[in-house]
């Protein structure tokens, strides 16, 4: 049987997952960003922090990775990946493919990722056939992250919060207004930032304000996305993403209202690709 390597990379971390006769091994090691490293920049990185760990020759690559929706950014991790592993048959895919075959597998459906940010597809169980335009995190971007920690930000920065949560907002937070705007408006990967503010609706669950977020931003990627596929009403929708799992019920709850088919939901899409390429 085929050694396989599988890859889930996005900007700042990468997941990799080693198949060997049955036995599986992960590995992580930095993310790999082709906007921002070159093919001798992520070879040097997979040859210092990859390599060494897998003690195997790889026969198969299948590497998904941010920025691959890019044809020339393909090409950059391609041919790094070709000059660390030159005698292994190599693709790379974008996120969303990767998405699409953890929840879909060889099956028709809709593929969600609610990450740090938001995207969607629908995949015939080959392809992606379509896909809802993303306009980034400034734009659009809905359900994602970022988008709900833009809101919870808008709550404290408008003073909408009661006591009760701006009290708990600046216990975890300590920041001031000023700060947060130069984060956002001043520093690089302000979309990472404004994530980062989400995890106060998880830890927050049950007062009505952090529900009203939480459901009005998924709410909004159901409508804006979701609705905009005829498909939607023939086939399961599945989601990827720490925003996925994390708000698990909420999606359901959606589903439900929308009368769509919910299908699978994961934190991340590995466990589904190890069994996509594993069978």
Not at 166 to 188: C, G, H, M, N, S
Request: one cysteine or more; glycine letters at 8%.
């Amino acid at each position: 049987m085929a050694v396989r390597l599988i890859a889930d990379s996005g900007a700042t971390k990468a997941e990799w997952c080693l198949l060997n006769n049955g036995r599986k091994k992960t590995i992580f090691t930095q993310g790999i960003s082709p906007y921002f490293l070159s093919t001798a920049q992520i070879t040097a990185l997979l040859e210092k922090e990859l390599v060494k760990k897998l003690k195997v020759p790889v026969d198969e690559i299948h590497y998904y990775g941010t920025g691959c929706a890019n044809p020339d950014n393909a090409r950059i991790v391609k041919l790094a990946l070709k000059k660390v592993f030159p005698e292994a048959k190599t693709q790379v895919n974008t996120d969303l493919m990767a998405a699409a075959r953890a929840v879909c597998g060889h099956e028709k459906g809709i593929a969600c990722i609610l990450g740090t940010g938001s995207n969607s597809c629908y995949y015939n169980g080959k392809t992606i056939v379509k896909n809802s335009p993303g306009i980034g995190y400034v734009l659009g971007d809905e359900g994602s992250g970022a988008y709900l920690g833009k809101k919870v930000i808008q709550y404290f920065m408008y003073d909408t919060f009661d006591e009760d949560l701006r009290a708990r907002f600046l216990a975890k937070f300590a920041v001031t207004p000023a700060e947060i705007l130069d984060q956002v408006y001043k520093k690089p990967l302000p979309n990472r930032y404004l994530a980062s503010y989400a995890m106060f609706l998880a830890e927050n669950r049950g007062h009505f304000m952090i529900e009203n977020i939480i459901e009005d931003g998924l709410n909004d990627f159901f409508f804006q996305h979701l609705c905009k596929y005829s498909e939607v009403w023939k086939y399961p929708v599945s989601f990827v993403g720490s925003v996925s799992a994390g708000f698990k019920d909420v999606i359901l709850g959606l589903c439900d209202s929308y009368e769509f088919e919910p299908g699978v939901i994961l934190k991340n899409p590995m466990q589904g690709l190890v069994h996509f390429h594993g069978t």
